[in-house]
């Protein structure tokens, strides 16, 4: 629960965690993370868009309710996209309650220091848990001008540090500091009772989280910040291209992937559209 990531601070364990969409990569990524993310980032990771403006209510909704069913232990965050709790306390409180009760998500997040505050406030007095997110807010990049990092100067810095203040005081239990200096980090980490969850803010976090499909190697681009531990976009291509080349030869499938006949009688003899030949591996068009 909430509560219990919040008290990791006080114990000095590092915060571990990761986005998830779907239910069986939050299954695997459960066993060892403290909180799954259900991100407004699926919709430039999962559905093409090219920010995450466009992500309406209900596709949250619809992720999040995957990964609850895949999650047995971490806590499930889901995002709240934008549009949907900025206007009022009451707005966002409506619904908020409304993707805690249809996920069944252990708590939501929201972008914005200064300005999310009092909403935070109002949230949480009324039983919902907020993790919030500051530094870059990517909902916010139409009027930041692009996903650019924050705080690089140090008359940045203040600002920031309020927003950390301020959505802590308010009840906060976990900020996400992304794409912000080491420096400001750690003064930011220093300062408040809540994990700092860093994504490109540098291990001066309490914590760390990364956008699950970059760090496995399946995203075509990724900022700077991500260290891929897998090339799970290799091993896609890789099977599927070795899938085609045994369709196309009718390598696959073999009798082994077909179903027998059942009873007496003799099955009578089957002609191939075409003759099975031996595989000859396709060349992977994208290596030279
Ligand atoms: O949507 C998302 O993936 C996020 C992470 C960048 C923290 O908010």
Same mark, same amino acid.
């Given at each position: 629960m909430a509560p219990d990531i919040a008290a990791m601070k006080g114990r000095g364990e590092p915060v571990v965690a990761l986005t998830a969409y779907h239910a069986h990569t939050a299954a695997i990524a459960d066993r060892y993370c403290d909180f799954l993310l259900v991100g407004d980032s699926l919709g430039m990771v999962m559905h093409g868009f090219e920010t995450t403006v466009p992500v309406p209510l209900e596709l949250m909704i619809m992720h999040g309710r995957a990964v609850v069913r895949g999650a047995k232990r971490a806590l499930v965050v889901v995002d709240m996209p934008f549009g949907s709790y900025e206007e009022s306390p009451a707005v966002a409180f409506r619904n908020c309650a409304r993707v805690m009760k249809e996920t069944d998500c252990g708590a939501v997040k929201l972008e914005g220091g200064r300005r999310m505050a009092e909403t935070i406030h109002y949230l949480v007095e009324r039983g919902i848990p907020v993790m919030s997110h500051i530094g870059l807010t990517p909902q916010s990049v139409n009027v930041i001008g692009g996903f650019k990092a924050q *705080? @690089? @100067? &140090?008359? &940045?810095?203040a600002a920031i540090e309020e927003d950390a203040r301020l959505v802590a005081e308010a009840g906060t239990f976990a900020v996400v500091l992304e794409a912000i200096t080491e420096p400001l980090a750690a003064r930011i980490t220093a300062s408040i009772p809540v994990p700092t969850i860093g994504i490109g803010a540098s291990r001066a976090c309490d914590g760390q989280i990364l956008v699950m499909e970059d760090m496995l190697g399946l995203s075509p681009r990724v900022p700077r =910040?991500?260290?891929? =531990? *897998?090339k799970v976009g290799e091993a896609i291509e890789d099977a599927i291209r070795e899938y085609a080349g045994d369709v196309r030869s009718r390598a696959f499938p073999t009798p082994e992937h077909t179903y027998a006949m059942q009873g007496e009688g003799k099955a009578p003899p089957v002609r191939l559209a075409t003759p099975a030949r031996a595989t000859k591996k396709p060349k992977n068009p994208s290596s030279k």
């Open positions: *705080g @690089r @100067r &140090q008359e &940045q810095w =910040f991500v260290r891929k =531990f *897998g």
